[in-house]
């Protein structure tokens, strides 16, 4: 499996606080090594076809397609704002 981070999704990670750049890299990893972690707290958007998110902390989500064993990063931030 491979997790690729799309443009838009580096530009959102490069706003975060570090702390939550820390905790995303360590929920990638997780997500690289075992999708069916709990700790990822993974969901499938019941509004978005194909869309997942995973926690990264309790107000950090990351949002991600599955695409022929590829996961691709393309939003990241706040849980208020993030499903909009």
């Not at 997790?3 to 580096?10: D, G, M």
């Not at 075992?34 to 509004?47: F, G």
């Not at 599955?66 to 208020?80: C, E, I, Q, S, Y």
Request: aromatic share 12%; with cysteine; proline share 2%.
């Amino acid at each position: 499996m491979r997790v690729i981070r799309t443009q838009k999704f580096r530009l959102m990670f490069g706003k975060l606080p570090e702390s939550v750049q820390l905790a995303c890299q360590e929920q990638e990893e997780r997500l690289l090594d075992n999708p069916k972690d709990s700790r990822l707290h993974l969901k499938k958007l019941r509004d978005m076809d194909d869309t997942y998110s995973f926690r990264i902390t309790r107000s950090y989500r990351a949002l991600f397609i599955w695409d022929n064993n590829t996961a691709w990063l393309f939003a990241v931030g706040d849980r208020k704002d993030i499903y909009r």
